[in-house]
């Protein structure tokens, strides 16, 4: 039996979104930063436990305690306040590296964050299906957030 090789296309992920904000680009991320790290939640209110170390290189990760946890990624770019990127697997336990980008810019009197992920690895249909759900909810409470702060 010959195995299946994955197409390039079921290898690969990208998700672009655009988020109005009505607040400052400041404040909008600053809120972007509390979301990523120890304000993060699931879908379900859950806390994560997310952490960020926001400087070049920094690392985005799940502390667990104990020094336990998951490395979601590193800061591959950051300047405040119009860029936070981040390249590794995020959230994946499976071979997979992502690089995950909000852009910040001035619009209608507040902020326009654009939001692209692009990945590539062993994904799932399944994890496909519901990684926009995800970042849609944390980019929503990212939103939420800075508009509540202004």
């Given at each position: 039996?010959?195995?299946t090789?994955?197409?390039?296309?079921e290898m690969?992920?990208?998700?672009?979104?655009?988020?109005?904000?009505?607040?400052p680009m400041?404040?909008?991320?600053?809120a972007l930063?509390?979301?990523?790290g120890p304000?993060?939640e699931?879908?379900e209110?859950?806390s994560?436990?997310?952490?960020?170390?926001?400087?070049?290189?920094?690392r985005?990760?799940?502390?667990?305690g104990?020094?336990?946890?998951?490395?979601?990624?590193?800061?591959?770019?950051?300047?405040?306040?119009?860029?936070?990127?981040?390249v590794?697997?995020?959230f994946?336990?499976?071979p997979?590296?992502s690089?995950?980008?909000?852009r910040?810019s001035?619009a209608?009197?507040g902020?326009?964050?654009s939001?692209?992920?692009?990945?590539?690895?062993?994904m799932?249909d399944?994890?496909?299906?519901?990684?926009?759900?995800?970042?849609?909810?944390?980019?929503e409470?990212?939103r939420s957030?800075?508009?509540?702060?202004?």
């Amino acid at each position: 039996m010959i195995p299946t090789v994955p197409t390039l296309e079921e290898m690969t992920f990208t998700l672009k979104q655009e988020i109005h904000v009505n607040a400052p680009m400041d404040v909008t991320f600053a809120a972007l930063l509390e979301q990523l790290g120890p304000g993060n939640e699931t879908t379900e209110g859950r806390s994560l436990s997310l952490k960020i170390e926001p400087w070049p290189g920094g690392r985005w990760y799940r502390d667990l305690g104990d020094d336990n946890g998951h490395l979601w990624g590193h800061v591959q770019a950051i300047k405040r306040p119009t860029l936070l990127e981040f390249v590794g697997p995020i959230f994946a336990s499976f071979p997979m590296v992502s690089n995950v980008q909000w852009r910040l810019s001035e619009a209608d009197g507040g902020t326009l964050i654009s939001f692209r992920h692009m990945a590539l690895g062993m994904m799932t249909d399944q994890h496909k299906m519901e990684m926009p759900n995800g970042w849609s909810s944390m980019n929503e409470r990212v939103r939420s957030h800075a508009e509540a702060a202004r």
